[in-house]
């Protein structure tokens, strides 16, 4: 059985700091490339980053600089650390692991940033 749980989210101010992560279970995680995405009420789910099998990154224009997404294939969970978080970062944050035809989603976490 697949699972991918999300934790790490909650409550913090502008300008602060999160660390998310996501554990696997149930893959091979070293043969997928995961990914962050995250959905505000109202909006459709958006990617954030991805990181290849072999650590390559990718970012959207709106986290570079302040989101680094990193992996522990040793620990079979990838990281989100957010930096100088903004109240539009408000959202549910999901992981997503992909290889070829497979796709799998956690839960989600909900990160609220405001005053």
């Known amino acids: 059985q697949v699972q991918l749980v999300e934790s790490g989210g909650g409550l913090v101010q502008p300008g602060g700091s999160l660390r998310l992560s996501c554990a696997t279970s149930g893959i091979i995680f070293s043969f997928y490339a995961m990914a962050w995405y995250r959905q505000a009420p109202g909006k459709q789910r958006e990617l954030i980053a991805s990181?290849?099998?072999?650590?390559?990154?990718t970012y959207a224009d709106f986290v570079k600089g302040r989101f680094t997404i990193s992996r522990d294939n040793t620990k079979n969970t990838v990281y989100l650390q957010m930096n100088i978080l903004k109240p539009e970062d408000t959202a549910v944050y999901y992981c997503?692991?992909?290889?070829?035809?497979?796709?799998?989603w956690g839960q989600g976490t909900q990160v609220t940033v405001s005053s």
């Open positions: 990181i290849t099998i072999t650590a390559d990154t």
């Open positions: 997503n692991a992909h290889f070829t035809t497979q796709d799998y």
